[in-house]
Nanobody, 129 residues
């Protein structure tokens, strides 16, 4: 099992910045082995969409909607995941989730929620103009 817990959400004005954190733990979590972790979000009335992912070696991938504005990173211990969000706008208002792929596997070529079996509870981000 892998447990994930997000924090850092809140309210911010349009054009502002916010940094989300995600603590990763659990009996199945092996920071030294292959893994893939990522950030997703789900806005009101929308499906859960992929934002950014990173693997053990630091290789990243972003969706076009956040490329250049959001940055995914992880700590050296590989137990914390971050999402730095800049230049936020109303469309970024959503519940944000961190997720983990199956421990021992690298990132799947297809970047979608279906490739991530472990999820946090989410943290709300609200952007107001």
């Amino acid at each position: 099992q892998v447990q994930l817990a997000e924090s850092g959400g809140g309210s911010v004005q349009s054009g502002g910045s916010l940094k989300l954190s995600c603590a990763v733990s659990g009996s199945s979590w092996k920071s030294y082995g292959p893994y893939c972790v990522g950030w997703f979000r789900q806005g009101p009335g929308k499906t859960r969409g992929a934002l950014a992912r990173i693997d053990r070696d630091g290789y990243t991938r972003y969706t076009d909607s956040v490329k250049g504005r959001f940055t995914i990173s992880q700590d050296d211990a590989k137990t914390s995941l971050y999402l730095q969000m800049n230049d936020l706008n109303d469309d970024d208002t959503a519940m944000y989730f961190c997720a983990s792929g199956q421990p021992g596997l690298w990132c799947h070529s297809h970047f979608s929620a279906t490739s991530f079996p472990y999820w946090g509870q989410g943290t709300q981000v609200t952007v107001s103009s």
